[in-house]
């Protein structure tokens, strides 16, 4: 029983104290009676939850409030450069990892490359490596890390942080938290890499205006991360939003999963690639003859980019009819669940310019009704290393929790 009212008295004041730094977080620099007024806690509890926070250098003084006359107030901001996260995106070919601090701005980045077809061993080994490498590159003091963030591709587990199913690796069950937490003794927490770049978006990107909204990330697959409420909609199973695999075309393209037309093997970056090259070798005259030497297996989804980039109107119309594509997808997901805004972020939106006019098409022609034409569509602000910051958001959400319970 005694231990009972403990565990309560405790848990109360962790989401006092997670209330407080959200509350600086969102509204600082900010005075301790202004928290009390906001948060309905009473003065003697925000001033002792302060006094601990500063303690333990989460939060700083600051005096630089205006003042009424006499004496400026104390004021309460985040120690933001005190602490440190580290996040992983772990994509097919490649894993970026960056340092960011408790805003989420970048303070560091790099890009590890992954072996082809790697083993559970082998993916971990290499996970690891690229931390260590990383903590003891970086100028910020290892103990000042607070936790690891990983946004993974395919099925993921969030509680237990495991990859269910990768399919760029053929691999099931990758224990990568427990793993990571046994190496590295911090807190590891693992998403699905789509609801980690829209966790980014939402926390320091362009989603942050919105509670419903949807991120599509396109690269070697797409993949979507869907919010609700301001809260990840994971499904039973955590299969929610693999929209990658959403038939648009019954006899199209075979698919890494097995079926048949799925929206990725239209739009994904390898598919790009494909369509370009099953094209050129018609001999369609293109730029991209001349980038590749005339070796069609040199054509990637970034070349196609490249040669659109130089003005090639072959490669603008395909990546046009990508759009168009894409805007499929976007108007799937529009109908299913009506959000307010879709970012779309991953490798492929970095030709966003030629995508957009083929999206807007498509859900201009297709969407149900006014509003469903209007729905916002937009690109990822945090770009290549959005999924990797999102991750790092995993772990913030420990420490910054809004008054309703929910992450802000
Ligand atoms: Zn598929």
């Given at each position: 029983m005694t231990k009972y009212t403990r565990g309560s008295f405790q848990l109360m004041k962790s989401i006092n104290r997670s209330m407080i730094l959200n509350m600086i977080r969102e509204k600082g620099p900010i005075s301790r009676a202004e928290i009390a007024k906001q948060t309905s806690l009473t003065p003697p509890t925000v001033s002792n939850i302060v006094k601990e926070l500063i303690h333990t250098e989460f939060v700083i003084e600051t005096t630089q409030g205006a003042s009424k006359g006499g004496r400026k107030p104390t004021l309460l901001e985040i120690n933001a450069d005190n602490f440190y996260i580290l996040g992983i995106d772990v994509g097919r070919y490649k894993m970026n990892i960056v340092v960011t601090n408790l805003y989420g701005a970048l303070k560091d980045e790099t890009v590890i490359p992954i072996p082809d077809y790697p083993s559970k061993e082998e993916?971990?080994?290499?996970?690891?490596?690229?931390?260590?490498?990383?903590?003891?590159?970086?100028?910020?003091?290892?103990?000042?890390?607070?936790?690891?963030?990983?946004?993974?591709?395919?099925?993921?587990?969030?509680?237990?942080?495991?990859?269910?199913?990768?399919?760029s690796f053929h691999l099931h069950d990758i224990p990568i938290k427990e793993e990571l937490e046994n190496d590295f003794q911090m807190i590891v927490k693992v998403e699905n890499d789509a609801r980690t770049m829209t966790l980014g978006e939402y926390w320091f990107g362009n989603g942050?205006?919105?509670?419903?909204?949807?991120?599509?990330?396109?690269?070697?697959?797409?993949?979507?991360?869907?919010?609700?409420n301001g809260q990840l909609f994971h499904g039973e199973h955590n299969i929610a939003g693999e929209i990658g695999h959403v038939t648009i075309d019954l006899s199209g393209p075979k698919c890494t999963c097995g079926n048949y037309g799925c929206l990725q093997t239209f739009a994904a970056g390898p598919s790009i690639a494909e369509r370009a090259k099953k094209e050129l070798k018609t001999g369609k005259p293109s730029l991209i003859h001349e980038l590749v030497d005339g070796d069609f297996e040199k054509v990637k989804g970034e070349i196609v980019y490249q040669a659109a980039c130089e003005g090639d109107a072959f490669s603008i119309e395909l990546l046009n009819q990508t759009g168009r594509y894409l805007g499929?997808?976007?108007?799937?997901?529009?109908?299913?669940?009506?959000?307010?805004?879709?970012?779309?972020?991953?490798?492929?939106?970095?030709a966003d310019h030629f995508l957009m006019k083929g999206i807007k098409e498509t859900i201009q022609t297709r969407g149900l009704t006014a509003k469903a034409k209007d729905t916002s569509i937009i690109f990822s602000k945090l770009g290549n290393y959005a999924s990797a910051i999102g991750a790092c958001v995993l772990v913030l959400e420990d420490f910054f929790v809004s008054e309703n319970g929910g992450s802000s």
């Open positions: 993916l971990i080994h290499s996970m690891k490596e690229g931390i260590h490498s990383m903590l003891n590159s970086s100028s910020h003091k290892r103990d000042k890390f607070v936790g690891i963030g990983v946004g993974m591709h395919g099925i993921v587990d969030p509680v237990n942080g495991i990859s269910l199913f990768a399919p942050n205006d919105s509670d419903h909204l949807v991120g599509v990330n396109v690269g070697n697959g797409i993949g979507a991360g869907v919010m609700i499929i997808g976007l108007t799937n997901l529009i109908h299913t669940l009506n959000p307010k805004r879709i970012i779309v972020g991953g490798g492929v939106a970095n």
